[in-house]
Each structure stands twice: as structure tokens, then as C-alpha cells.
């Protein structure tokens, strides 16, 4: 079945260093979603692309999604310790609007 | 607003017995999701109701996987003759609609342990 890959599976910066995660997908994708997940607690939508080429900003969050609509990235720069957590993203799956298939998900732990 | 709501939030059990898990949407939101949780895994899709139905139960791993959700608000997700490798967080979510993909607001989970 359709499947998104992330990398890096684990990335540890200094506080105030620049975080990056990668979502791909051997087919094109409608739309992605990023969620954020703290440590015991539970995932949290973030955003949702949908066009080709789209960038999105959040504050210190830069979200892109590819010309060819089959990868995507979520950029922190300057991070905080606020930011520790697992970021997945997330893609409407087997042709339907409601059915999400996550990624495995990129820890991030950031150093005061 | 109240987020979704999730009762209990442990249960240990013995394999073998049976179990229900409580969700409680959000006020309005017609469409509710089951997800499965294992330790360093994304959430990975159950079942998904739109109203009281259920639309999509393609992702229940087998026959002792059944989700409710009588009057279309809150639904119980019911698992006969636990084993443990049923132990897991067992995430719900919900959205306004599933019909237009929308983003999905996740409760605390039930975290499962079968012994």
C-alpha cells in the first residue's frame, strides 16, 4: 500500500541550531498533513498542504510540499526546547479524503 | 472548547478478557476515527464512522476488533479475547467531516497493556 518514508528516524541539535525532516512518496500525493507529538502526549495537526509547490509558514515553522507533489519538509530554525517532540507527517490514503497513513515519525530532542 | 476525551486512559488486563475503550468527539463533529499506537510507530488507522456508521473498518487487524458509535457522538471500541500483542496506545480522533480531508484533533489515547 501507499506508504510515506521519513528521515532522519531521530535528529538531536543544540538549542538554537536549524531542525529538518523530510516526508517521500513513491506516488503523488493529494495533500500531506504534519502533526507534532510530545513526548506522552498525543499528535497535534500542525498544517496541511495541498498544491504543488506550496510553502507555509508558522512562526519559526517553514512547511513545503514538492512540485511533483510526492515529497514534502517541515523547517525549525533557531530551535527551542519547546520544539522536543515527534514530528510525522501524514497522507490521505487509498483514495479517500478521511483515511490517514502516518509516517514512522522524526524525534526531535533539542539541548538547553 | 472540550477537546476529545478518551476513558480510561490505562487499562491492564489479562489476555484474554475482554475490553472497551471510550471516546468522546468533539461537539459536532460528525466524523470519528480509531488509530493504533505501538511504541516508536506513527498512529496507524483502525476504523473510521461518519455519523453512527461505520465507513471504512478496513484497518481492525481481525474478527475480535468492533467499534460502536450508536448515536453518532460517542463510540466504544471493543476488543474480545485480548492478546498481548494487542497492547498498544489506542488513539481516537475526530474531525468536522470525513468527506473533505480536514484536520484531525486526537484525544489523549487509552494506553492498553495486556499481561
Known amino acids: 500500500g501507499q506508504q510515506v518514508m521519513q528521515i532522519p528516524q531521530y535528529q538531536h541539535v543544540q538549542e538554537g541550531e536549524d531542525f529538518t525532516t523530510y516526508c517521500n512518496s513513491s506516488t503523488t500525493l493529494s495533500n500531506i498533513q504534519w502533526y507534532k507529538q510530545r513526548p506522552g502526549g498525543h499528535p497535534v495537526f500542525l498544517i496541511q498542504?495541498?498544491?504543488?509547490?506550496e510553502v507555509k509558514k508558522q512562526k519559526r515553522l517553514t512547511f513545503q510540499f514538492g512540485e511533483a507533489k510526492k515529497n514534502s519538509s517541515l523547517h525549525i530554525t533557531a530551535t527551542q526546547t519547546t520544539d522536543v517532540g515527534t514530528y510525522f507527517c501524514?497522507?490521505?490514503?487509498?483514495?479517500?479524503?478521511?483515511?490517514?497513513?502516518f509516517g514512522k515519525g522524526t524525534l526531535l530532542t533539542v539541548n538547553p | 472548547g472540550a477537546g476529545v476525551s478518551q476513558t480510561p486512559s490505562n487499562k491492564v488486563t489479562e489476555k484474554g478478557k475482554y475490553v472497551e475503550l471510550r471516546c468522546d468527539p468533539i461537539s459536532g463533529h460528525t466524523a470519528l476515527y480509531w488509530y493504533r499506537q505501538s511504541l516508536g510507530q506513527g498512529p496507524e488507522f483502525l476504523i473510521y464512522?461518519?455519523?453512527?456508521?461505520?465507513?471504512?473498518d478496513s484497518g481492525l487487524p481481525n474478527d475480535r476488533f468492533f467499534a460502536v458509535r450508536p448515536e453518532g457522538s460517542v463510540s466504544t471500541l471493543k476488543i474480545q479475547r485480548t492478546e498481548r500483542g494487542d497492547s498498544a496506545v489506542y488513539l481516537c480522533a475526530s474531525s468536522l467531516t470525513g468527506t473533505t480531508s480536514y484536520e484531525q484533533y486526537f484525544g489523549p489515547g487509552t494506553r492498553l497493556t495486556v499481561t
Open positions: 464512522f461518519q455519523g453512527t456508521g461505520a465507513a471504512d
Open positions: 501524514a497522507q490521505n490514503s487509498g483514495g479517500s479524503n478521511y483515511k490517514l497513513t
Open positions: 498542504l495541498v498544491k504543488s509547490g
